[in-house]
């Protein structure tokens, strides 16, 4: 081998990617320069799928190495099999499966000595495509040689690239499937949408803007962007003020069919009663193929329904959150108590919840579940309930059941709600120092969601009139609840309450009886 290819030719006729498509990588490996050259010069006007070729050249196993390392992309490796040792090739071989992990270049060996490496033995062996005398190659068979192997690796390559897509559709949609509110699972959606969308770009910066539409009552409202959008979040359709935008979306409302562009992509999500969600995308990186459109209608078929199951559970949760109320609220009837009593608990308790640490989940469950919280009352005889002057004690030890009544009844579901409301009605009575009933419990003894509906009820209770006393004024009300602090009720609980009060007192003018 001469010296002057001791300098490892890299891609030396590198020529800039033609606009139908960059070129198909060839990696020459054989310690011949005129083999190169033969190469180059009978495969010089070949192209496949309007697409050229480049060539990469090596001298010799160890620059090989180097070359598979360096292009990942090679589409086929013309392969000597005696270099520096008479097995060098094969070496190669074996490298580029094993250790680089290429499955899909196309390994074709070609040897001027087949008496030193048997072909049957090479091809059990190795993991090879082909193998060839260099006596056979003539210019055609060389050409027909690359036609079979770029055909090979350009459908082994497509293969990957659609498993790659839909492992990024499942990913994405298991992503979308977790959530539960509405606002967080449209904003997800988005998200996944432009990470698919990216991951089948080839530029290294890919800047998607988006944003998310749900039809309401008064039409389109953005609901969820990205990027340039979230200045739009809130916003009605008819706001966006980009004619590109509004005439995309028109095209696609027109054609009643989601659109991908070079620069754009418009879905139209629909649910059994029609068009639901409008999703705009825009910045693509451009040059979007046919797979590329599989998979987001994939995913599009994938996000509708989990908007649908969206739907349905907030359905469902709304229907549960209405019958716990109507629930509450006809116990507090019966009574004789303020209709509303419950909604406000209901709302006092969350806001003491959030303010106090608790996700926006476990103060929804104690929002749902704090109605239940009086539930006992249902078996208590209307003579004691409803008694207008003070009860006497055995009537007061009846009064009292009422809690162990509620949890009684509730105890035994396996739902969330009905779960903490069975320890909210057992526990609201209790007392941070003491001295409540049923059990006397003490401090953290009680459940915080005992404690929070404790603060939210007593409110509540004093500045509602009942059938045995008047409304007290809130000044009153508040410095009640001072004077029991770290008494009837937990500390930090009271000083929320009392840092939040206009808050709380707003629920109570927006739920007056």
Not at 149 to 178: N, Q, W
Request: charge should be negative; aromatic fraction near 6%.
């Amino acid at each position: 081998m001469s010296t002057q290819n001791e300098k490892f030719l890299f891609s030396e006729d590198r020529a800039p990617a033609p606009a139908d498509g960059d070129p198909w990588k060839i990696l020459v490996v054989d310690d011949d320069e005129s083999v190169h050259h033969v190469t180059r010069l009978a495969l010089s006007r070949f192209r496949f799928d309007d697409r050229p070729l480049q060539f990469v050249s090596a001298y010799s196993a160890h620059q090989a190495r180097q070359a598979v390392l360096e292009h990942p992309d090679t589409a086929l490796i013309l392969l000597d099999v005696v270099m520096e040792s008479e097995t060098a090739g094969l070496e190669v071989a074996q490298f580029i499966r094993e250790e680089a992990g290429n499955a899909a270049v196309r390994i074709v060996l070609r040897t001027g000595q087949p008496g030193q490496a048997p072909e049957h033995e090479v091809i059990a062996r190795y993991d090879i495509n082909d193998y060839k005398e260099k006596t056979e190659l003539t210019s055609s068979k060389l050409s027909t040689l690359l036609y079979a192997s770029l055909r090979s690796y350009r459908d082994i390559v497509e293969l990957e690239k659609s498993k790659r897509g839909l492992e990024a559709v499942i990913e994405a949609s298991a992503k979308i499937f977790e959530l539960k509110s509405m606002d967080q699972f449209t904003h997800c959606v988005i998200e996944q949408m432009s990470s698919l969308i990216q991951s089948g770009c080839n530029s290294p910066v890919c800047q998607t803007d988006a944003f998310a539409v749900r039809r309401s009552a008064g039409g389109f409202r953005v609901t969820a962007a990205l990027g340039a959008f979230q200045e739009y979040v809130g916003s009605m359709l008819s706001q966006v003020q980009e004619p590109a935008i509004r005439e995309a979306i028109s095209a696609a409302l027109e054609n009643g069919a989601s659109t991908l562009t070079d620069d754009s992509y418009t879905g139209l999500i629909r649910n059994r009663h029609g068009l639901k969600t409008l999703l705009y995308l825009q910045g693509l990186c451009g040059g979007q193929s046919e797979l590329d459109r599989t998979l987001l209608n994939i995913f599009e078929r994938n996000a509708a329904i989990a908007f649908e199951n969206v739907d349905l559970l907030d359905e469902i949760e709304q229907t549960q959150s209405e019958m716990v109320l109507m629930l509450g609220e006809t116990i507090e009837t019966r009574s004789s108590e303020t209709g509303h009593h419950v909604k406000r608990v209901a709302e006092i308790s969350r806001l003491l919840a959030l303010e106090y640490g608790l996700t926006e989940e476990e103060a929804d469950i104690i929002r749902l579940a704090s109605p239940l919280h009086d539930i006992g009352k249902i078996g208590i005889p209307d003579a004691i309930l409803n008694k207008p002057g003070k009860l006497d004690a055995q009537e007061w030890e009846t009064m009292k059941t009422h809690t162990t009544l509620g949890y009684d009844m509730l105890k035994s579901s396996s739902r969330k709600v009905m779960q903490a409301g069975a320890v909210i009605a057992r526990d609201h009575h209790e007392k941070w120092a003491g001295g409540g009933y049923p059990a006397n419990k003490r401090g953290e003894e009680i459940h915080l969601y005992g404690r929070i509906t404790a603060v939210a009820d007593v409110f509540d209770a004093l500045g509602s009139e009942r059938c045995y006393k008047k409304a007290w004024p809130l000044e009153d009300v508040l410095t009640l609840m001072r004077e029991e602090r770290g008494r009837h009720f937990q500390p930090e609980l009271v000083d929320i309450l009392l840092d939040k009060i206009d808050r709380v007192t707003e629920i109570c003018r927006s739920n007056r009886d």
